[in-house]
């Protein structure tokens, strides 16, 4: 019930070309954090989202709550080097405000 | 300069030996926790604590102990290690996690044989 679902678990893309993932829940979100992990890195916070149907933009990204607070997506246009690295999606949860992870999608730039 | 700190980043060591890894932030932050994440499974926690002296179980605590007696401090013990328990582990702080960004320290790899 309170599980995130991530997708994809990779995506390859050539450096220029764009990158999305998707987190995906059956229950309603009260709202949605975003992270990047930088290879051998740790991970750090991008953005949350809280409001039905929210878009936000930080350069070259979007992020952007459903409607229905069931799912979510980051978007990157025009993908970089430094844009490598795994983003992980995690919901907020429970009485004691959890953060419940989603499985991270890994964006490769194809050499 | 705000910032979760981790003690060791690299440990290996044997089965049944006892270990603890330090954390410590100096941001006053309330909510501290433990994750550990293995290829393919993203984070988990282990163990949070909402405050000094109350500490709760997250979604994997078998095999680990921690306490809070201090609100910089979060310790992670573990009592008789297992290689099952070979991972990267990661502390983190927040003013409240589900609503505010986590500050994630730099991460301990453990291995143990």
């Known amino acids: 019930g309170q599980q995130v679902m991530q997708i994809p678990q990779y995506q390859h893309v050539q450096e220029g070309e764009d990158f999305t993932t998707y987190c995906n829940s059956s229950?309603?979100?009260?709202?949605i954090q975003w992270y990047k992990q930088r290879p051998g890195g740790h991970p750090v916070f991008l953005i949350q989202l809280v409001k039905s149907g929210e878009v936000k933009k930080q350069k070259r990204l979007t992020f952007q709550f459903g409607e229905a607070k069931k799912n979510s997506s980051l978007h990157i246009t025009a993908t970089q080097t430094t844009d490598v690295g795994t983003y992980f999606c995690a919901r907020g949860w429970g009485s004691n405000y959890q953060l419940i992870w989603g499985a991270g999608t890994k964006l490769i730039i194809k050499p | 300069e705000a910032q979760v700190t981790q003690n060791p980043r690299y440990l290996i060591t044997v089965t049944g030996k006892k270990l603890t890894v330090t954390c410590s932030q100096n941001?006053?932050?309330?909510?501290m926790s433990w994750y550990r994440q293995d290829p393919g499974l993203g984070l988990r926690q282990i163990y949070y604590s909402m405050n000094v002296e109350v500490t709760d179980k997250g979604d994997v605590p078998e095999g680990y102990k921690v306490s809070r007696k201090e609100k910089r401090n979060f310790p992670l013990i573990l009592e008789s290690p297992s290689p099952n328990q070979t991972s990267l582990y990661f502390c983190?702080?927040?003013?409240?996690?589900?609503?505010?960004?986590?500050?994630f320290g730099p991460g301990t790899r453990l291995t143990v044989l």
């Open positions: 229950t309603t979100l009260s709202n």
């Open positions: 983190a702080s927040s003013l409240n996690p589900g609503h505010n960004e986590q500050f």
């Open positions: 941001m006053n932050h309330e909510y």
